[in-house]
């Protein structure tokens, strides 16, 4: 793990006028594990398109997630699916398990400035994990897979068409991710950026390519396992 701070500096964050947030493991924790039921979609999606064993179609996703930024990406690439029949099934999953939370909705409320969602998944998605966490009303607007053409993080033309479709000054903008690799291009537009990370890691699965430990640790601010609570921290810089 990154040797990062895991508390703010306030002035580092004073001239920060547009907050973007990932959805997955970013507005909720690692830990409720919401993504093992699109995961297990994803793979139940490929066997079926491919005609494969669990085990076999498993690979092939996660293969393609790595190599591509998105099961979908290369799915598109290699096998011609139609995208919205995939996200559509990957996404149906139960939101049971996010409860909503009071203390995040109101930090990021009291944010100055406005606030966006930056997702690889999809709009019905974010606002269907947003809308149970209590937090959906506070965001100005969700960038999804499909505004950005199906062409995921980390790739630099989907943050240009966020930041130009939202008229976003990056150097006065903040991101948070938890995925290390999607915050190499928003450091290198001037963003301020923050990982989030599992409260416990020996809970979490996470590929090696995953952890802050593999990648250039100038690309990330600081690091947290408490987005609410960093947040909280940074609220009377708008008082």
Do not use: C
């Amino acid at each position: 793990m990154t040797d990062k701070a895991l508390l703010p500096h306030r002035d580092d964050f004073a001239h920060v006028r547009d907050w973007v947030f990932d959805l997955d493991n970013t507005l909720y924790p690692h830990h409720i594990n919401l993504f093992a039921q699109i995961d297990r979609n994803m793979t139940a999606y490929v066997a079926q398109l491919l005609q494969m064993e669990p085990a076999e179609a498993k690979v092939l996703q996660k293969k393609y997630y790595h190599d591509h930024g998105t099961t979908l990406a290369g799915l598109m690439q290699h096998d011609g699916v139609d995208p919205n029949d995939f996200l559509e099934k990957a996404h149906a999953i139960d939101y049971s398990a996010l409860l909503p939370d009071e203390t995040l909705g109101a930090a990021i409320k009291a944010l100055p400035g406005r606030k966006f969602i930056f997702t690889n998944g999809t709009v019905a998605h974010a606002e269907a994990a947003a809308r149970a966490l209590g937090i959906l009303d506070h965001f100005d607007d969700i960038f999804d897979i499909v505004a950005a053409g199906y062409q995921p993080k980390p790739a630099g033309s989907t943050y240009d068409k966020f930041t130009s479709l939202n008229r976003i000054d990056t150097r006065h903008a903040a991101m948070f991710e938890d995925l290390p690799r999607n915050l190499a291009v928003p450091k290198t537009l001037g963003m301020k950026t923050v990982l989030l990370v599992p409260r416990n890691l020996g809970d979490v699965v996470l590929e090696s390519w995953e952890l802050a430990d593999n990648t250039d640790p100038a690309n990330i601010d600081y690091v947290t396992d408490d987005l609410a609570g960093f947040l909280g921290r940074l609220i009377d810089l708008s008082a």
